[in-house]
């Protein structure tokens, strides 16, 4: 296959070592001619010192936007006629992208990820996600068969859009905060504007899964963003059981009114005469019942 035209965005923060290590991973998989984009969103450790020499990579200083708007920005530098947004703690196979961009010209795709593993730990992976319940955790699914299929979520740690898709649907959500639902958001509102999602199960990526962040994540931020997705994409049988669910958590009411004072009706609005299919559609098609 052809070369074609990849930019990759990373958003880093704080993450040491890992970055190095995903960034010289990426420049000895990707095509020659492939972008490399690094978003450093507030780092206090000097984890992103090394990319000053390195005429390579871009590097550009997010300054604590937190992963949507981070990625947002970042993709606003590149030029690749696809885009892969990676974090910056895995590490990929050689010729990893070939798939993944392959599966990208088939249809209506909107977006393509390949199946992800723990670091170090080969045998624990998953092949896309789902969300499990009203309290909007998503959990990881396992293979189906060995090409490429549809799954109802992606996982954000290697994820491939075509640039017209990412122009098209605004990219990420602005309105999100911090960390948490980001790639949630996305998939879903993918999958409601008419674009299916194909998870590349012949390719595996390593991930550090971490039992927290490398910052401070508020819980209003995290609740805050479930709520988003819930207001922005769901209907109001499902809004009610969402908020039925979480108003026992702690700060739930600092994340709803974060929540209700942001653009969310205005967004809900937007969103509510360019869909395809309805919330009902997405559940029915990927059996979620709940």
């Given at each position: 296959m052809r070369s074609p035209?990849i930019?990759?965005v ?9 970055l190095?290590?995903t960034?010289?991973n990426?420049q000895e998989t990707?095509?020659?001619d492939a972008q490399?984009?690094?978003v ?9 010192r090394?990319?000053?020499n390195?005429?390579n990579?871009?590097l550009?200083?997010?300054g ?10 970042g993709a606003r530098e590149t030029?690749?006629?696809?885009i892969i ?5 895995i590490?990929a196979?050689?010729r990893?992208?070939?798939p993944l961009?392959e ?6 795709i909107?977006?393509?990820a390949?199946?992800v ?5 080969p045998e624990l ?11 909007l955790?998503?959990d990881w ?11 109802p979520?992606l996982?954000g740690?290697c994820l491939a859009?075509p640039?017209?898709?990412f122009?098209?649907?605004r990219g990420?959500d602005d309105?999100l905060?911090?960390?948490?639902g980001v790639?949630n958001e996305?998939?879903?509102r993918?999958w409601?504007?008419?674009y299916?999602?194909l998870?590349?199960?012949e390719?595996?990526?390593e991930?550090?899964f ?17 709520l988003?997705l819930?207001f922005?994409?769901l209907?109001?049988?499902r809004?009610?059981r969402?908020i ?5 958590y ?8 974060l929540?209700?004072e942001?653009d969310?009706?205005?967004?809900r ?6 869909r395809a299919h ?5 559940f029915?098609?990927?059996d979620?019942?709940?």
């Open positions: 035209g930019s990759v990373i958003v880093s923060r704080n993450e040491g070592e890992y190095r290590q960034v010289f990426l990707l095509p020659a490399i984009v690094v450093d969103d507030g780092s206090v450790d000097g984890s992103t090394f990319l000053l390195d005429a990579v871009r550009i200083a997010g604590n936007l937190g992963v949507a708007k981070a990625r947002n920005l030029t690749g006629s696809i947004f990676a974090d910056a703690h590490l196979p050689p990893w992208w070939q961009c599966a990208l010209t088939a249809g209506n909107g977006a393509a390949p199946s593993s723990a670091l170090g730990h992976k998953g092949y896309g996600l789902s969300l499990r319940g009203p309290d955790d998503a699914l396992p293979e189906v068969h060995r090409h490429p299929y549809a799954v979520i996982p740690a859009m640039r017209r898709v122009d098209k649907t990420f309105g905060l911090s960390r948490g790639d996305l998939c879903l993918l409601l504007l008419g299916e999602l998870v590349v199960p390719i595996q990526v991930h550090l971490r039992t927290g962040a490398p910052f401070p994540v508020a819980w209003p931020a995290l609740l805050h963003n479930r988003r819930t922005a994409h209907s109001r049988k809004i009610q969402v039925e669910n979480m108003q026992e702690d700060h739930f009411a600092s994340a709803l009114t929540t209700v942001s969310i009706f205005e967004r609005k937007w969103l509510l005469c360019e309805d919330d009902d559609w997405f029915e098609k990927f979620i019942r709940w």
